[in-house]
């Protein structure tokens, strides 16, 4: 898919998302002489574009993306143009209390990313690896006692 940088891409489930859970969007620059249809994405080159965590309020935590069938975010509008990966991921939190109980749902695109900027993206990261079973955010009591925060795993959101 063709996009702009600055425009609005998204994920369509066939179901909608039913378990509670962080919700992230990375993308990941294809190498040049490399095309996105071969490259398989390997090494320290995603970077974070979107996470959205819980509503915290005393009487527990809500997600916004659970229920949602479509989920969307913005192509950062500084990354240079060229060939990415887009990788979004919800990360089901229902049985995440001991390590190894986070259950992620992951699918990709790619993207031929046009009019972009000349900012080089930071904080990347590798799949597998970006994250451990122990993280905060991969390993949390969701619902008691209510937690008062939540750090999402993975590096910050990389910011135009």
């Not at 995440?96 to 990261?125: E, F, I």
């Amino acid at each position: 898919m063709t996009v702009k940088a600055g425009d609005t891409v998204g994920f369509q489930a066939d179901a909608s998302v039913s378990h509670p859970g962080v919700l992230q969007f990375y993308m990941a620059k294809v190498p040049s002489g490399q095309t996105a249809s071969s490259w398989d994405g390997s090494g320290a080159v995603w970077f974070k574009i979107f996470s959205q965590g819980p509503n915290i309020s005393p009487s527990g935590l809500t997600w916004p993306s659970q229920g949602a069938k479509q989920v969307t975010t913005k192509v950062p509008s500084c990354i240079p143009s060229g060939d990415y990966l887009l990788r979004v991921e919800h990360i089901a939190l229902h049985s995440a209390s001991a390590a190894g109980g986070a259950q992620p749902y992951v699918s990709c695109a790619q993207l031929t990313v046009t009019g972009g900027g000349s900012k080089t993206p930071s904080n990347l990261v590798a799949f597998p690896g970006a994250y451990k079973p122990t993280d905060p955010g991969l390993m949390i009591n969701i619902y008691y006692p209510v937690p008062t925060s939540y750090t999402p795993p993975g590096p910050s959101v990389f910011t135009c």
